[in-house]
Nanobody
Framework: QVQLVESGGGLVQAGGSLRLSCTAS????????IGWFRQAPGTERDFVTS????????YYADSVKGRFTISRDNAVNTVYLQMNSLKPEDAAVYYC?????????????????WGQGTQVTVSS
């Protein structure tokens, strides 16, 4: 079983940047397909981006394409989410999730393990 811990959230002005990290323990992260999701108050948990085990394939929600970049360094068991040109509507709790299956999509049901989340606040 893998444990996931997100970090890097905080308060940023609109147009600014943040880099989130998702660090794994318990098992090597290279065994998992990883996704980032976000959830604002009163809304469902939505897909943001995901990355294949080797890092060769990435997927993005339309709302973040061109602004967010997902990457991973399996040697240090960490996945990153670089967020640029942040908008107030990006404010949410961001979660990383690991899927045991070779490839997962945008549904939360496809992911087996979740972190506790990190808050991102964007001021206008």
């Amino acid at each position: 079983q893998v444990q996931l811990v997100e970090s890097g959230g905080g308060l940023v002005q609109a147009g600014g940047s943040l880099r989130l990290s998702c660090t794994a323990s318990g098992r090597s992260l290279r065994n998992y397909f990883i996704g980032w999701f976000r959830q604002a108050p009163g809304t469902e948990r939505d897909f943001v981006t995901s990355i294949s085990r080797g890092g060769y394939s990435t997927y993005y929600a339309d709302s973040v394409k061109g602004r967010f970049t997902i990457s991973r360094d399996n040697a240090v068991n960490t996945v990153y989410l670089q967020m640029n040109s942040l908008k107030p509507e990006d404010a949410a709790v961001y979660y990383c999730a690991a899927a045991q299956r070779y490839e997962a999509g945008e549904n939360t049901d496809e992911y087996d393990y979740w972190g506790q989340g990190t808050q991102v606040t964007v001021s206008s």
